[in-house]
């Protein structure tokens, strides 16, 4: 319980930290430290946040709200070993809506500030992230019926036995490694480094936020970036938990941030997707969460 | 003959046409086929005003036409028929104060003059409706990049009309170069524009000479050229780097962003700057290359040759970089000659528009490829750029085995010639720029027009985003790469 709840506080900013050192590499850089993300959070958390004189208590809730949904989501996912502190049947609708709230509040924040720029940033997200719902619950969905549990925790132990699993498991992966991209605005789908706010989709949401309540936002986005990819590793681990419980924990670690190295060379190699095209890439999660869930009704032969 | 266009006229062989007149000329030269240079006009006296049309035929030759006119009477637009002319005859109402019947669009330029403090209230078209919505863009920007503003008239994501307001750059560069010795200037010229320090310079150095009879040896054109293809090389790279970081292709961004250090330091070995500063004056010019610093050169030339072969493979075959630049911000080849559009963007949309191409002086010794593309859109931009980079290169290499050393030389300029009007055109990386000098009775400066191939360009850029989406101007801006204190003056 306790390991989980500080490596759900530490690993983020060392994910922030492999994925930019990952991008470095392939630029021939030597990169910033691989703690710059936590340098950055200290730094901004000692200056003075600076309100725009229309913004009410929305752009002031926002960050505690989103901060707070961000580490709520991380209970409900394994890190470390295959339990989790919170675990219920069905907890991966809570898990949906809980960033949804997150979501709505960052969104209402945006809007708060009365900006043009802002305003379109929501729009946006909201878009976005209205997509990228049914491939998460085609996803969630397809591993708790083929798994046959309905909670997180256990629905994430499912493994392939068969061509058809091996099916479900490869849709399920694709899904929510596309969902990653798009929670935590990875490229294709959004740019975390640009500075041209017309093109920004989370960036410029918070373009507002200075101060403590920037850095709040900036780890929140770690902290579900790492949450995101705990999903994949939990799906992923080919170790068993009871057999060496510390050797799966750092194995677990180790593909979590293998994630990072993964998204960080996404990254260097491919340009960002035209705003436009951004919903066929989300068709893509949407489709390979469909083909899992047909190769679950496959292998128990039919939806009967 | 030099090797940029320098037309030099004694002023009295120049007849000073009725304003009607002189409209129906220029009409009719348009209309045969002939390009509309520049056109401006001078204060004559507290009433008059005096004109200038600079066309150019197909084989560059280039054409004066002048007129007199009153502030009051003016003359009736070519707007409605020749769009080119927008630019223009906003600008001489903009300065002189001359009315110009029946022009459709008659907003401040830069907001110079008896407009200097009015520049909150930029008549801005309206939109209004449910749907549709404003966003506004600087005047200060993200990054250290120019002030200017933009408007986007937007129904939802797809922008309807973008609306540019500029002049936050305006530092009076044609009055001061009317100050001091008119020999003496170049250190002003070169900061026109920052990025077209050589191109600037050239141009006026190439009117400089030709006002004081005096013709450059080839040595000197050589090294002047050297400059102007390797700030182009430069500014390309730089440009084609800001692409790829817009669209978030890091290769391109990091790789042709280290090339451009390799070009500028290239210049910093030959003339002391890395921007060119200190190359180029006239009657002369200051670069000094001996056996090592060749050496040097020749060296940097084939690594920026070597690196950029295997970048550009990289970007032009990455699927994302196809998909993000195609189709996107198309200017086509009819809207770029009805707007007069030059230089790089013209090029990019099928109009082979190159000062270049008519090889004078040290382009008639090494010719230089006129690189051109269809199809218009930001791809074809970045393309475009690629091309002349390699042609440049090429070019260079060849400068380099014919000159292999120059040293610097500087000849006495005269007096200037009185009674002369010169306008000279040089192709400098972003287009043509085009400075005109007349000179009065006693050879003193009279008047000192500054062109730079932004003020025609930046409508292209508005047209370009027209039914696009508001996320991809900044890539169209980058595309078209153009400079707001080149347009500010």
Redesign the interface.
């Known amino acids: 319980m306790i390991a989980h709840a500080a490596a759900l506080l530490v690993v983020p900013i060392i994910l922030v930290g492999v994925v930019n050192r990952t991008?470095s590499c392939?630029?021939?850089?030597k990169g910033v430290p691989l703690l710059q993300a936590f340098y950055d959070i200290v730094r901004l958390a000692r200056k003075r946040p600076v309100y725009s004189s229309v913004a009410t208590v929305f752009v002031k809730a926002a960050p505690s709200v989103v901060l707070g949904t961000a580490v709520v989501s991380g209970l409900l996912v394994p890190l470390l070993g295959r339990r989790t502190p919170l675990s219920f049947p069905f907890d991966f609708v809570f898990f949906a809506y809980t960033w949804g709230l997150g979501r709505i509040f960052l969104m209402l924040g945006a809007l708060d500030t009365g900006s043009?720029?802002e305003?379109?940033g929501a729009s946006r997200e909201a878009t976005y992230s209205a997509l990228v719902e049914p491939a998460f619950f085609l996803a969630a969905g397809t591993l708790a019926a083929a798994s046959g549990k309905s909670s997180f925790a256990q629905l994430l132990r499912f493994r392939p036995d068969d061509p058809a699993t091996a099916v479900v498991w490869c849709g399920c992966l694709v899904a929510l490694f596309v969902l990653l991209q798009v929670e935590s605005a990875r490229?294709?789908v959004d740019?975390p480094?640009?500075?041209?706010?017309?093109?920004m989709i989370h960036e410029v949401m918070v373009l507002d936020h200075s101060g403590p309540d920037l850095a709040v936002i900036q780890y929140a986005s770690a902290i579900k970036m790492t949450v995101c990819a705990g999903l994949l590793a939990a799906l992923l681990n080919p170790l068993d938990a009871a057999a060496g419980p510390a050797l799966f924990a750092a194995a677990n670690l180790g593909l979590i941030l293998g994630a990072g190295i993964v998204i960080g060379t996404v990254?260097?190699?491919?340009?960002?997707?035209?705003?436009?095209?951004i919903p066929e890439y989300i068709f893509l999660a949407i489709s390979a969460a469909f083909v899992a869930l047909l190769a679950s009704t496959l292998r128990r032969g039919g939806l009967g | 003959m030099t090797s940029i266009a320098a037309h030099c006229r004694p002023v009295a062989e120049l007849p000073l046409r009725d304003a009607r007149e002189w409209v129906a000329k220029v009409r009719s030269a348009l209309e045969q086929g002939e390009r509309l240079v520049t056109l401006f006009g001078r204060k004559a006296d507290a009433e008059g005003a005096v004109l200038t049309a600079v066309l150019q035929a197909g084989g560059g030759e280039l054409h004066v036409l002048r007129a007199a006119t009153t502030l009051e009477q003016g003359w009736h637009t070519l707007t409605r028929d020749f769009p080119a002319a927008q630019c223009f005859e906003r600008e001489v109402h903009e300065q002189l104060g001359v009315r110009i019947a029946d022009h459709p669009w008659l907003k401040p330029i830069r907001f110079e003059g008896k407009n200097l403090r009015k520049m909150k209230d930029y008549p801005f078209y309206k939109l209004a409706g449910k749907e549709v919505h404003e966003v506004a863009v600087g005047p200060i920007h993200a990054g250290i990049i120019e002030p200017g503003s933009f408007r986007f008239m937007c129904l939802g994501e797809t922008v309807h009309h973008l609306e540019i307001q500029l002049g936050y750059q305006h530092r009076g560069v044609e009055a001061l170069l009317l100050r001091g010795d008119p020999r003496s200037l170049a250190p002003l010229v070169e900061t026109i524009a920052g990025d077209t320090s050589i191109g600037h310079a050239w141009a006026y150095c190439a009117a400089i000479e030709a006002l004081a009879g005096l013709s450059p040896r080839e040595e000197i054109e050589a090294s002047r050229a050297v400059g102007l293809e390797l700030e182009r090389i430069a500014m390309h790279l730089s440009g084609l780097s800001g692409l790829a970081s817009d669209i978030g292709f890091q290769q391109g961004a990091s790789s042709y962003g280290r090339l451009r250090t390799t070009a500028i330091n290239t210049s910093m070995r030959l003339c002391g700057s890395r921007f060119g500063r200190g190359w180029l004056r006239p009657g002369g010019s200051r670069a000094a290359m001996d056996a090592g610093v060749a050496e040097i050169a020749r060296a940097n030339l084939s690594l920026i040759g070597r690196d950029v072969a295997i970048i550009n493979d990289c970007f032009l075959s990455a699927l994302t970089v196809q998909h993000r630049f195609q189709g996107v911000g198309t200017v086509t080849k009819q809207q770029a000659l009805e707007l007069g559009l030059v230089g790089m963007a013209a090029r990019a949309s099928g109009v082979p528009i190159d000062q270049r191409s008519f090889g004078a002086g040290s382009y008639g010794r090494i010719p230089m490829k006129t690189s051109v593309e269809e199809s218009g859109d930001c791809w074809a931009r970045a393309l475009l750029r690629i091309r002349e980079i390699d042609c440049s290169l090429q070019w260079l290499t060849a400068a380099l085995d014919r000159f292999p050393a120059f040293a610097p030389v500087c000849e006495a300029v005269g007096a200037l010639a009185p009674g002369q009007f010169v306008v000279s055109v040089c192709e400098g990386w972003r287009g043509e720029i085009v400075h005109c000098l007349e000179t009065d009775g006693l050879g003193k400066l009279l008047h000192y027009k500054v062109q730079d191939p932004s003020l025609r360009n930046w409508f292209g850029l508005a047209l370009a985003l027209r039914r696009n989406e508001i996320s991809d101007f900044p890539i169209c801006n980058k595309s078209f790469d153009l400079s707001y204190c080149g347009n500010d003056l």
């Open positions: 991008k392939w630029a021939g850089r043009s720029f305003g379109m490229i294709p740019d480094s640009t500075h041209l706010e017309l093109t990254e260097s190699l491919i340009a960002r997707l035209k705003l436009r095209s």
